[in-house]
C-alpha cells in the first residue's frame, strides 16, 4: 500500500510537466513570436509571393461569395476547411477544389487542441484529413489548428499523417462583431511583406455573425495592395514551403501517441 501510495504521488507531481510539455508549443500562437523565430510555422514563403488563407469553410451562405470574388480576380487561395462542415457540403468543397484552390484542414471541429489528449488529437485530424480526401480524391497537405494553438500532440500527429502545419504572418482580425472592410484591411496591410500567408475567414460560424461581409469588402482592397507591392497571390502550395510532416524543429518525438 505503501508503494502505491509512493508511485501516486510520484504520478501527481508529474502531471504539471506533463501538461507544460503538451501546451509549451503553443507559445506560437504569439504572432510576433511566431514571425521572427518561427518562420516555417508561420508560414513565411517565397518574397515575391503572398499566400492567401481562409479558415472556418466551407459556409453555404457566404464560401460561394468568396469563391465568385476571386474567380474574377483570377486569384488561387487555400482554404482550411472543418471536417464536420465540409462532409455537409461535399458539393462546396469539390467546386472550391474544381476552381483551383487548395483544400487544407482545421480540423474536425473548433476545438482547441490544448485541451485534447494524444490520441483524441490524433483522431480529430486523421478523420477531418480522411473526410477532405474522400470528398476531392486528394490527401490535404496543409492543416491550421483551431484559434492557430498548437501542441506536442497536434505535431505528432501532423508528422504521422504528413500534414505541414501553416499559421499566418497576418490576419485581418475580421472574426470581431466590431470589424468593417476598412478595419480589416488595414489590419492586414499592417504585417503585409513579401512572403506573407494572410489569414482571413470565409465563414462566421465561430466569428461574429455577418462578420464574414467585412471580410469580403476588404478583400479587392488587400488583392490591390498586394499587386501595388509586386506580390503575386496563391494558395500555399505556390507559396515555396518545404512541405510533409510537422514545421516542429523538435527531433526524436514518439510515431505514435500514447
Not at 49 to 58: I, N, Y
Not at 67 to 90: K, M, N, Y
Amino acid at each position: 500500500m505503501t508503494g502505491l501510495r509512493v508511485a501516486r504521488g510520484a504520478v501527481l507531481a508529474a502531471l504539471p510537466a506533463v501538461a507544460l510539455c503538451q501546451a509549451a508549443p503553443a507559445v506560437s500562437a504569439i504572432g510576433p513570436l511566431r514571425n521572427r523565430t518561427m518562420p516555417r510555422l508561420a508560414g513565411r514563403g517565397r518574397t515575391d509571393h503572398a499566400a492567401l488563407t481562409f479558415d472556418d469553410g466551407p459556409d453555404p451562405v457566404s464560401t460561394p461569395y468568396f469563391l465568385r470574388l476571386l474567380a474574377a480576380r483570377d486569384v488561387t487561395a487555400t482554404f482550411f476547411l472543418l471536417g464536420a462542415s465540409a462532409v455537409r457540403c461535399p458539393g462546396l468543397v469539390r467546386e472550391t477544389a474544381a476552381a483551383g484552390h487548395e483544400i487544407a484542414v482545421h480540423g474536425w471541429t473548433h476545438r482547441p487542441l490544448v485541451s485534447r489528449g494524444p490520441r483524441a488529437t490524433y483522431d480529430d485530424l486523421a478523420r477531418a484529413r480522411d473526410g477532405v480526401a474522400t470528398i476531392t480524391g486528394r490527401p490535404p497537405l496543409f492543416f491550421r489548428p483551431p484559434y492557430g494553438v498548437m501542441t506536442t500532440a497536434a505535431h505528432v500527429a501532423a508528422r504521422r499523417l504528413a500534414l505541414t502545419p501553416v499559421l499566418w504572418t497576418c490576419w485581418g482580425e475580421d472574426w470581431r462583431a466590431r470589424a468593417t472592410p476598412q478595419s480589416v484591411y488595414r489590419t492586414v496591410s499592417r504585417d503585409l511583406r513579401g512572403g506573407a500567408t494572410i489569414l482571413l475567414h470565409d465563414s462566421d460560424c465561430t466569428s461574429a455573425p455577418g462578420s464574414w461581409r467585412s471580410t469580403l469588402g476588404a478583400l479587392p482592397r488587400i488583392l490591390d495592395d498586394c499587386e501595388k507591392r509586386e506580390l503575386s497571390v496563391g494558395p500555399l502550395r505556390e507559396h515555396g514551403m518545404p512541405v510533409g510532416g510537422s514545421a516542429n524543429p523538435r527531433r526524436g518525438l514518439p510515431a505514435r501517441p500514447h
